[in-house]
Every structure is written in structure tokens, then in C-alpha cells.
């Protein structure tokens, strides 16, 4: 079973970046593909983006399509989210997940069986 701590998280400036990170532990992190969901104040958790177990492909909302990178490092047991011009709309909690056979996404989310415990992102005018 892999645990999942995410850190990074905070207040930033509308318009600014921030590099959410995960760390697995407890499992070869290899077996799992990784993804970041979010969850606003008075609404559900969604999809936020996704990678593969190697890394080669990823997948994005399209709320965050374009300004937003996924990338993980499997020697370091480790996946990021970087998020660049952010908006009042990305205030929420941030949460990794990992699936072992398939590669998270809004549509799989119900079956994920690991999450961490969340990171706050915070945006501000």
C-alpha cells in the first residue's frame, strides 16, 4: 500500500505560480500512475490532471490545460503539479492520487484507492 504526502501548497497572487509535489512511500512507486484532483470550497472534488507510470503521457482538465505541468520522477518517488497564471477559481484543496492500473481521471475517480491527505492552494486578487 503507498502513502501519499503532498506539500507545497499556499497563498499566492492572482496571476502567480505555484509547484505542488507528492511523495509516495511504502510501495514501488513504478506500479502506480499519478494524478492531482482538487476541491473547492461547496463543490466536489475534480479532476485536475494525470500521468502515466513512466511519465511519457499526461492528461489535463481543461480548466488548467495550458498553464498547468505534470511530471513525476520515479527514481525520487516523487510527482509535481506546476501551476502558472493562476486565478481565484484554483483556490482549493489539491490532492494526489495513485491507481495501479489505470491513470487517474474525473471519470475513475470513484475507484481510486490512494489519496493523500491535501494541500491548500489559496488565490488572491
Known amino acids: 500500500q503507498v502513502q501519499l504526502v503532498e506539500s507545497g501548497g499556499g497563498s499566492v497572487q492572482a496571476g502567480g505560480s505555484l509547484t505542488l509535489a507528492c511523495v509516495a512511500s511504502g510501495h514501488t512507486f513504478t506500479s502506480y500512475a499519478m494524478g492531482w484532483f482538487r476541491q473547492a470550497p461547496g463543490k466536489e472534488r475534480e479532476f485536475v490532471s494525470g500521468?502515466?507510470?513512466?511519465?511519457?503521457?499526461?492528461y489535463y482538465a481543461r480548466s488548467v490545460k495550458g498553464r498547468s505541468t505534470i511530471s513525476r520522477d520515479n527514481a525520487k518517488n516523487t510527482v509535481w503539479l506546476e501551476m502558472n497564471s493562476l486565478n481565484v477559481e484554483d483556490t482549493a484543496v489539491y490532492y494526489c492520487a495513485a491507481d495501479t492500473t489505470t491513470v487517474p481521471s474525473e471519470a475513475y475517480q470513484r475507484f481510486i484507492k490512494y489519496w493523500g491527505q491535501g494541500t491548500q492552494v489559496t488565490v488572491s486578487t
Open positions: 500521468i502515466t507510470w513512466s511519465g511519457r503521457d499526461t
